[in-house]
């Protein structure tokens, strides 16, 4: 199995979550990824939610596995010799520093096309370079504040009617999967040029990019001043700016996330039931959960009539679902055919066999910690599976970096003294 990215050298100075997702996955597929990391220090989450103190968090070992990594002191001139040399041996530069540190150090994207017209170059920043926000340094939730997410997530009424970030990496590892996807098309264009291109992925752009159907709705808003798949609003007294939908779907079909058997204790005794608008769906539907005179009652046998009843047909569902565990429901309903899906917490997916089965979940031996369990690589290609491997320790492979591009031992241990790499 020859893997995709055989052959292709990354230079990783990519750090936290947004760049490792990135150049993680570039690893998964084959690509020899060196991680640049601050002399003693390394990437922040080595050090960050320790679980067992002296050892990597769990942090950083989910995101940086099959890499290599070397420490080395950019700021000093020698240190930028070595990044230099290993720009010049590169095909991908990736990096995700505060806005303007690359390029005060020397490496900006004019600096590095000068270096290797054939390298490209990878850039992830909180926001685009033309943005009022272009020098704001950026973590998770402020991504997800600036790209639509936070303000459209939540609930719409109460004590808890605020803008409220998702569970999901949107600003992070989204940023990161959206830089790939520019990585990979900028290496088949370069099979085309020769020449490498500048990839800059701004987080804000990622977040905003999977808020595409509330940048639909704010349109709809302006145009006819409701927005008729929001329940909530039985008075249509909608404001300016798309408001919070809670769990209603983000369609016209009706969906909600229903209490099951056990909700009292357990805070995902969930289930999620769609309601599709195709008369034949429904009725079919409507049979599992015990309703069928909903299918031919003109109050909810359309799915405009569905519209504007919402509140009555959630609390029908409701009382079927309440009563049964989550798994009975998504067994019998599926069985109808009728789209639906468990709430899954961390601790029931952390056990899951079937996502073992499949790699979707791995166990990884690391060095020191032992086994720690990680999420592989999602897609899943008919010719090649990444095997999973470690992170690398702090520094583990500075000397064998250095020497693949010309360096001796004695030089190694002038930069070691220097300290311009690790002791
Ligand atoms: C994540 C972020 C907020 C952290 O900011 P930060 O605490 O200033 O950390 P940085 O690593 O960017 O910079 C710290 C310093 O380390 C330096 N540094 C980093 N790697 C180095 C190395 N190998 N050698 C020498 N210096 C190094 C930087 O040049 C910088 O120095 P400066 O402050 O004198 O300019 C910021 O990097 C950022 O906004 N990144 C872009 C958006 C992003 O990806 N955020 C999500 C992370 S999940």
């Given amino acids: 199995m020859t ?5 292709i050298k990354v230079i990783d100075w990519t750090q936290v979550q947004s760049g490792p997702s990135c150049t993680q996955m570039l690893a998964w597929l084959g690509a020899d990824v060196i991680k ?22 769990i942090y950083f070992l989910q995101l940086n596995c099959n890499k290599r990594s ?7 001139p020698e240190g930028k010799e070595i990044l230099t040399k290993l720009i010049k041996s590169a095909d991908i530069f990736v990096e995700n520093l505060h806005p303007g540190a690359a390029d005060e150090l020397g490496f900006s994207w004019d600096d590095v096309h000068k270096m290797n017209p054939r390298c490209i170059y990878g850039t992830i920043k909180g926001f685009n370079e033309d943005s009022p926000y272009a020098n704001v340094k950026a973590f998770e939730p402020v991504a997800q504040c600036a790209g639509g997410a936070a303000a459209t997530t939540g609930w719409w009424d109460g004590e808890y009617n605020v803008p409220t970030q998702s569970g999901a990496a949107l600003g992070d590892s989204n940023t990161g999967m959206h830089l790939l996807i520019g990585l990979l098309a900028a290496l088949l ?17 990622a977040v905003l990019n999977l808020c595409r159907i509330k940048l639909r709705d704010q349109l709809i808003l302006d145009n006819i001043g409701v927005l008729t ?7 249509e007294k909608f404001g300016k700016t798309v408001p919070r939908a809670g769990n209603v779907e983000g369609g016209q079909v009706l969906g909600w996330c229903y209490k099951c058997k056990g909700w009292e204790t357990d805070p995902n005794a969930y289930v999620y039931i769609v309601l599709q608008n195709e008369a034949k769906a429904f009725a079919e539907a409507c049979t599992a959960l015990g309703k069928p005179e909903w299918a031919t009652d ?7 009539a569905r519209q504007k009843v919402k509140p ?11 009563t049964r565990t989550k798994e009975e429901v998504v067994d019998i309903l599926g069985k109808a055919g009728v789209p639906c899906g468990p709430v899954l917490g961390m601790d029931e997916i952390a056990k899951d066999q079937s996502l073992y089965k499949c790699g979707t979940l791995v166990e990884v ?15 899943k290609l008919s010719s090649f599976t990444p095997e999973v491997k470690p992170a690398p320790l702090l520094g583990a492979d500075t000397d064998a970096v250095l020497k693949e591009i010309g360096y001796t031992d004695a030089d190694i241990a002038k930069f070691r003294a220097d300290h311009v790499v690790c002791k």
Avoid at 189 to 205: F, I
Avoid at 229 to 235: G, K, N, Q, R, W
């Fill in 3 to 7: 893997a995709p990215l055989q052959g």
């Fill in 36 to 57: 640049i990391e601050r002399v003693g220090v390394g990437d922040p989450t080595r050090d960050e939610l320790l679980d067992k103190p002296g050892l990597d968090g």
């Fill in 70 to 76: 070397i420490e080395l002191n950019a700021k000093t």
């Fill in 189 to 205: 264009q370069r099979d085309k040029t020769g020449e490498g291109c500048y990839v800059q992925q701004s987080m804000q752009d």
């Fill in 229 to 235: 798949h929001l329940p909530e609003y039985p008075d």
């Fill in 298 to 304: 003109p109050k909810f046998n359309t799915p405009a």
């Fill in 312 to 322: 009555e047909i959630w609390k029908g569902v409701e009382e079927y679902t309440i």
């Fill in 365 to 379: 031996d690391q060095p020191k910690r032992g086994k720690f369990v990680t999420i592989g690589c999602p897609p």
